[in-house]
């Protein structure tokens, strides 16, 4: 598998070296494309914002970026189907689903606990689910 998509709670873990870090860097090392939403840009730079860091742009510069070309109506469903989740995590996985319609090829990158559980239901590995919050 090459593909990961990363969600916020996993760069903010790395890039503020809170705990679990290590691992979520090494499980993305063995990667070749990090995918995401550019939710996880506003949601990173939030992020700095409000702990008074400046932020680099060089955490997102290996990110590629998902950018649908239509609304996420039918993914959002699918996930809402398959339990619920606050908006950035529903707007995710469903950015997740239309990437890579084909679950097992891309693997979900999280430590939210409600978020893994629902994207391990909807059939992505989620090679981070030990240390889940």
Known sequence: MKFIYIDTSVL????FDEPGAEECASSLDKFTHLVSSNLLEAEIRAAFKRENLEFQDSIITDIEW???NRTLT??????????????????????ALYFFPQRGSLAFATLDAKQSGIAKELGFPVPLEKIVV
């Not at 903010?12 to 890039?15: H, S, Y």
């Not at 039918?74 to 606050?86: A, D, I, K």
């Open 74 to 95: 039918p993914e959002f469903s699918e996930v809402l189907q398959t339990g619920y989740l606050r908006g950035a995590d529903l707007a995710h996985v469903a950015t």
């Open 12 to 15: 903010t873990a790395i890039a």
């Open 66 to 68: 998902v950018l649908p």
